[in-house]
Nanobody, 125 residues
């Protein structure tokens, strides 16, 4: 599976961006998907995830109510709609895919086998 993340850019605080993760080699609806981010000098952290079965979505506390993860099966993408952006959201955002990710591991980087190259989101104050 090859993942390609896109949609990053520079936005002012309070603005919105939509990230997209496109896949080749596999149908994403067969996989558990997540977005992570990594700010300079910090560890990579979980942002949002959606499991293959059930369609449930999960969010890190800092982004709850502002970010929405969704699947577009027709385009074979997983998108991250980011609203009300804050300067602390500045990071490189990575999409990740895994198979059989159990709920307790959803927020852990080691649970995911495939990673996109990352897309930079910069939020100015």
């Amino acid at each position: 599976v090859q993942l390609q993340a896109s949609g990053g850019g520079l936005v002012q605080a309070g603005g919105s961006l939509r990230l997209s993760c496109a896949a080749s080699g596999r149908t994403l609806r067969e996989l558990d998907m997540a977005w992570f981010r990594q700010a300079p000098g910090k560890e990579r952290e979980f942002v949002a995830g959606t499991r293959r079965s059930g369609g449930h979505t999960y969010y890190a506390d800092p982004v709850k109510g502002r970010f929405i993860i969704s699947r577009d099966n027709a385009r074979n993408t997983v998108d991250l709609q980011m609203n009300s952006l804050k300067p602390e959201d500045t990071a490189v955002y990575y999409c990740a895919a895994g198979s059989g990710v159990i709920l307790s591991n959803l927020r852990n980087t080691y649970a995911y086998h495939y990673w996109g190259q990352g897309t930079l989101v910069t939020v100015s104050s």
